[in-house]
């Protein structure tokens, strides 16, 4: 199993909502990525989660809140969202975090915030 | 800082070949690589220098230079699906970094 699955494809959420964006991977890699990406623009990091512990928090606001169940597992809790914050959210794993060529994405998960 | 510099859009016919420039100010990286992008889709990896000099991957090379801080994606007999935007990264200890990426249009 070489693939990044990630749940929803796509939802829609109101400012007042919580929601969650799930990612999950087979491939025993120890490191996990969250992106933002907006339209015709590179993925901007989020967090890093390297052997489940995040190491690496690029200064993203506090309504977004990930979480590594296990190994296997990335989430990410949204909440109090704002209508910026609309975008692609992709979920990336890399077989170990330390200068690691490939990262494998998964298909993301088209948000909209109203 | 760090950037990575790409040109906004290329265009090319099929059959074609094109050479997507990838210039760099940022220091201490691993290696460069390229990832495609079609529309709505998932960035998945194309190709990976951690020397200087072409790596040849298929129809795809990916060529860098750490003295010129300069690196290029060539796409050789360019077909219509090869139509996405590609991005170049540096592979630094903890992350990727992106380039601000290339969208390849591929005319008939």
């Known amino acids: 199993d070489t693939e990044v699955t990630q749940t929803p494809k796509h939802l829609v959420m109101g400012m007042t909502n919580k929601k969650s964006l799930k990612c999950e991977q087979h491939?025993?890699?120890?490191?996990m990525y969250w992106y933002k990406q907006k339209a015709k623009k590179p993925p901007e990091l989020m967090f890093v989660y390297s052997y489940e512990k995040l190491s690496i928090n690029e200064s993203v606001p506090s309504r977004f809140s990930p979480e590594c169940p296990n190994s296997s597992l990335l989430n990410l809790h949204l909440h109090a969202l704002q209508p910026e914050d609309s975008a692609l959210y992709l979920c990336?794993?890399?077989?170990?975090?330390?200068?690691?060529?490939?990262?494998?994405f998964g298909p993301g998960t088209r948000l909209t915030v109203l | 800082g760090q950037s990575l510099e790409q040109p906004s859009e290329v265009t090319a016919v099929e059959g074609a070949i094109v050479q997507i420039n990838c210039t760099y100010q940022?220091?201490?990286?691993?290696?460069l690589s390229w990832y495609q992008q079609h529309d709505g889709g998932a960035p998945t990896f194309l190709s990976y220098?951690?020397?200087?000099g072409l790596e040849e991957t298929g129809r795809f090379s990916s060529f860098l230079s750490r003295s010129d801080s300069y690196g290029y994606l060539l796409l050789q007999e360019l077909q219509m699906k090869d139509s996405a935007s590609y991005f170049c990264?540096?592979?630094?200890?903890?992350?990727?970094?992106f380039g601000t990426g290339t969208r390849l249009q591929v005319f008939p």
């Open positions: 990264a540096v592979s630094r200890t903890d992350k990727l970094i």
């Open positions: 990336a794993s890399s077989r170990l975090l330390a200068g690691d060529s490939e990262q494998f």
């Open positions: 220098n951690a020397l200087d």
């Open positions: 940022t220091s201490g990286f691993y290696g």
């Open positions: 491939m025993g890699h120890r490191a």
